[in-house]
């Protein structure tokens, strides 16, 4: 106890002391945290309420209980590209940031306790996250609230944090007199990834053989369905990201002339299981996203159809804010996946500064660089991106063959739209970055190598 909570002091310290460039970090974590404690505080409304209880907004999607539950799962499912980001924010590494690191190793401290202060100075800018939302939000709830869930939530996020922090952190090794900080490569699937992936085959065959359609009891098992196949397919993209960025980081580098091309297939072949864990909620962001679009459509047409028909159960504006409260809720966590995307990116630069610098200072353009740090997004998501999209359009197509059933549904062909998008998204977010790189080839890095 007594050490944990010299580290505490440490962090709180460090994090006094941070530089006027490593408070953007900081800032970005506190927001992540601000973000998780309003979700949860979300959620904690919602469930406080009892009964039926006629809520002013949503057009009637919140009066009962059964309904308010499922937007609660839905808020609740936000908080995994949410802890995703704060993870990428941890491993952020600023240059003074990663010398008071290596000064503390100078002192005496071994690798774990570095690595445990770093987490805890992540919790403590989680910790005013929390504290800023719920000062902002709690005021805003109209309805009674579980005062104890409130403190619970505001509590939970900073632990949370600091947790992810440390896990997101266990492969950074700060060097006492090197005064650089190295990431181990990273490791292909272990045995609980391959464990549960042939899990998650296995339950997908056997709710494919079952009649899940057949009557309104076995029509409960379609979300079930649609969940384990996102989660397959999320899981198989993830694989093939790391898979395919060994391949095409061989095979660049062998066949290729192009500078730019063949440096970013160096960095691929050294450590291509890197990325397929940075972009694993990117993916299954990607697959829930295109299966979702395909059953809007489907979805949109269908009570169109009832709504002439005379034969919807309740008014249509019940139904469409579900849909658009899903959609926001899918945009949202598109754009936390895609700023952890440009937060792994620069993480990646900071890492590998004193390299770019030595690179510079050996002729390498500016320009080619850039072009290589796009191409080590690029090349490896293109096929993991393709998989996961043609995985949700395949989903959403299950659900139109099913539906048809009962009434004619157009071919979701939104679904296709999404993964194109979400690719040109990456990219962007990733040359997010370039201002940085220009900052972090200064022949001065060299100094410290």
Request: aromatic residues 6%.
């Amino acid at each position: 106890m007594r050490s944990l909570l010299t580290d505490l002091r440490l962090a709180w310290l460090l994090t006094r002391g941070s530089d006027r460039r490593e408070w953007w970090r900081v800032g970005l974590t506190a927001v992540g945290a601000a973000l998780a404690t309003g979700i949860g505080l979300g959620v904690v409304a919602l469930l406080s309420l009892d009964g039926f209880y006629a809520v002013s907004i949503g057009s009637g999607l919140f009066d009962s209980p059964g309904d308010r539950q499922n937007v609660s799962l839905a808020l609740g499912l936000l908080l995994i590209p949410v802890l995703g980001f704060l993870a990428q924010c941890a491993r952020i590494g600023a240059v003074h940031r990663d010398r008071r690191l290596a000064a503390l190793r100078l002192a005496g401290a071994a690798p774990g306790q570095v690595r445990r202060i770093a987490a805890l100075e992540s919790g403590l800018a989680c910790l005013a996250g929390a504290v800023a939302a719920t000062a902002v939000v709690v005021p805003l709830l109209p309805y009674a609230t579980n005062w104890a869930g409130v403190v619970l939530v505001a509590g939970a996020v900073p632990v949370l944090g600091a947790v992810v922090s440390a896990v997101a952190l266990r492969r950074v090794v700060a060097d006492p007199l090197g005064r650089v900080r190295r990431t181990r490569p990273a490791r292909g699937p272990g045995p609980l990834f391959r464990a549960a992936t042939r899990l998650l085959a296995v339950t997908s065959v056997l709710i494919a053989l079952t009649p899940v359609f057949g009557s309104p009891v076995s029509f409960g098992l379609a979300p079930v369905t649609v969940l384990v196949l996102a989660v397959l397919i999320s899981l198989v993209a993830i694989w093939l990201s790391g898979a395919s960025s060994r391949q095409l980081g061989e095979g660049f580098a062998a066949g290729t002339g192009r500078p730019a091309l063949l440096i970013a297939a160096e960095r691929l072949r050294e450590d291509p299981w890197s990325t397929a864990r940075t972009h694993a909620a990117l993916l299954l962001v990607t697959v829930v996203g295109s299966g979702f679009a395909g059953v809007r459509q489907i979805l949109l047409a269908d009570l169109n159809s009832s709504r002439r028909a005379g034969t919807l159960g309740a008014r249509m504006s019940y139904y469409t804010t579900g849909i658009d409260l899903t959609a926001a809720a899918i945009l949202v966590a598109l754009a936390l996946v895609l700023t952890a995307l440009a937060v792994s990116t620069a993480e990646s630069l900071a890492t590998r500064r004193r390299g770019l610098a030595a690179q510079v200072a050996a002729g390498v353009p500016h320009a080619v660089l850039a072009r290589a740090l796009l191409l080590e997004t690029a090349l490896p998501l293109f096929p993991a991106i393709a998989v996961a999209g043609l995985g949700g359009t395949a989903i959403s197509f299950w659900y139109g063959a099913a539906v048809s059933r009962y009434a004619d549904v157009p071919v979701p062909y939104t679904a296709l739209l999404v993964p194109v998008g979400v690719y040109a998204a990456c990219v962007l977010a990733a040359a997010t970055s370039l201002p940085l790189l220009r900052r972090s080839v200064r022949p001065g890095e060299l100094r410290y190598a």
